[in-house]
């Protein structure tokens, strides 16, 4: 086999151990690579630092453990704002959840942040966690017309929505000025839309992992999206805009390196195609 | 009346009935109807709910006979049967005797079992993709050329080392994502979505039957 033909077929192996050293590198000795800021990231804190005042938001955790890689350092940077924001503006935070692992992702946030003594919110007046909402698009559907009934009790506490002040003037989807999903695939936007945005024309943003970005596309520019994070790169940007560096940013030197090995490797694979074919190996 | 109790029409209007009940609210405000659809969604609630139990029962039955005919990696089986149990046991909302889920075993497998074994699973993708593109991304003719140019510019837009110094990929990327991305993913949400209307209808009329006993002629 000559060395063209070797260079057009690499095993799959070795590109996974390049992969992994590609990776693996920029971990251990972080390159500190500049970070120019994408027009995504900048909507993205625009709209959330332009939300009016006493705004009801529903936060939705629209993904298990496996987007945690991606989602979770997006949602730990938009909660850091919404709570900042939150004693000024007057915010009202409902989380909730149409995947059945997203209460258990916000726990760990819990953990991570505690929102009471960091940020001065109170459970209860300032924020809520629903929990689990099961049946996905019914689901939605079914919250939309009386939360209550769909949620009778909080997730944290496990007490009647009515022993929480927070609760009083929530009712259905009408009582909700903005919603904001963290999603990774189905339920997910689409199913929101349906049910929420076009019945009752609540303002969504988005947050989604990079493979669901071609398709956030048409709802962004139908006005039906507000504004989108798409990704990890766009996460470590608005940590960045909000001088909070986090665990996306300290994630990007990997994704720049992760993606430099592709282009690489698509370069090596080309120039090796058309060099066999001149040659008539192909 | 037991033929006319297994009539396949039977089926037909309820399905009906039933899809009937979501699609007017959508589009009509008629009190009396608003409030059958949300009681019909309440029953779909519970249907999914029960559906849960199905799912455990299935994954019981699969790996139960894999464990004892001893078939190919029944290891894993037990390993899943076990985590299954364990899980399930310790999540069960009795707070009362420290069950659910601020129970200390739960809480430890989810966060030192499954945060990983997700957080793996989901890795895996970038290995699965990277070796995907160096095979696909092959300028074999005119449009595997198109696609080779537009995903490494989308590619690279992607990342600090590329867009720190070539600045312009991020709006190249951006012109790709509004124009022709846009206009392509609009072209395939509008056919599947006459697809699912003409579905609907098919499914509504009883012509298609694919969801009952089989999809078999009556």
């Not at chain 2, 991020?170 to 846009?182: E, R, S």
């Amino acid at each position: 086999m000559s060395i063209l033909e070797k260079l057009e077929n690499v095993e799959r192996r070795y590109i996974y151990l390049l992969a992994w050293v590609f990776v693996l590198f920029p971990l251990l000795f972080p390159l500190g690579l500049p970070i120019p800021i994408g027009r995504e990231s900048k909507a993205w804190k625009e709209y959330i630092e332009n939300i009016p005042s006493d705004s009801t938001i529903i936060v939705s955790m629209d993904y298990g453990v496996s987007g945690m890689p991606e989602l979770y350092p997006m949602t730990v940077a938009t909660m850091h704002h919404l709570w900042t924001d939150t004693a000024s503006k007057n915010f009202k935070i409902v989380v909730i959840a149409s995947w059945n692992q997203g209460p258990l992702v916000f726990d760990t946030l819990l953990d991570q942040m505690n929102p009471a003594s960091t940020y001065g919110v109170v459970y209860g007046e300032d924020w809520i966690e629903l929990g689990w909402i099961p049946g996905s698009e019914t689901g939605m559907a079914a919250l939309a017309t009386d939360m209550w009934s769909q949620t009778p009790k909080d997730f944290l506490e496990n007490r009647p929505l009515s022993e929480y002040p927070i609760m009083e003037n929530i009712k259905t989807a009408e009582d909700i000025d903005l919603v904001v999903s963290f999603e990774t695939g189905t339920p997910g936007l689409p199913e929101w839309l349906r049910q929420w945005n076009t019945p009752y024309g609540t303002p969504f943003i988005v947050g989604c992992i990079g493979v669901s970005v071609p398709g956030m596309a048409p709802y962004l520019a139908s006005g039906q999206l507000d504004a989108l994070m798409p990704g990890l790169t766009a996460s470590g940007e608005y940590e960045i805009l909000i001088g909070r560096p986090g665990l996306a940013v300290s994630g990007l030197d990997a994704v720049s390196m992760s993606h430099l090995l592709v282009v690489l490797l698509v370069v090596v694979g080309n120039i090796a195609f058309f060099a066999s074919k001149s040659k008539g190996v192909n | 009346m037991s033929e006319k109790l297994r009539s396949i029409e039977i089926p037909i209007i309820i399905t009906a009935i039933c899809t009937l009940l979501q699609v007017i609210p959508y589009y009509f405000n008629i009190p009396v109807i608003d409030q059958a659809s949300a009681i019909e969604r309440d029953w779909m609630l519970l249907i999914v709910n029960m559906a849960v139990f199905v799912g455990v029962i299935s994954i019981g039955q699969v790996h139960g006979r894999k464990i004892m005919r001893r078939r190919d990696n029944w290891e894993y089986s037990v390993v899943l049967m076990v985590a299954l149990i364990i899980m399930a046991i310790t999540g069960l909302p009795i707070e009362s005797i420290g069950l659910g889920l601020d129970n200390p075993i739960y809480n430890f497998l989810f966060i030192n079992v499954m945060t990983p074994l997700g957080s793996t699973m989901y890795s895996i993708l970038a290995f699965f993709i990277t070796s995907a593109a160096y095979r696909a991304f092959r300028a074999r003719n005119i449009e595997a050329a198109l696609i080779l140019v537009s995903g490494t510019i989308v590619v690279m837009s992607n990342a600090p080392l590329f867009t720190s110094s070539l600045p312009f990929l991020i709006t190249w990327k951006n012109w790709i994502f509004d124009v022709p991305n846009t206009a392509t993913m609009r072209g395939v949400m509008m056919g599947a979505a006459l697809g699912a209307i003409a579905l609907a209808v098919r499914t509504l009329m009883g012509i298609e039957r694919g969801y009952l006993r089989g999809g078999g002629a009556d």
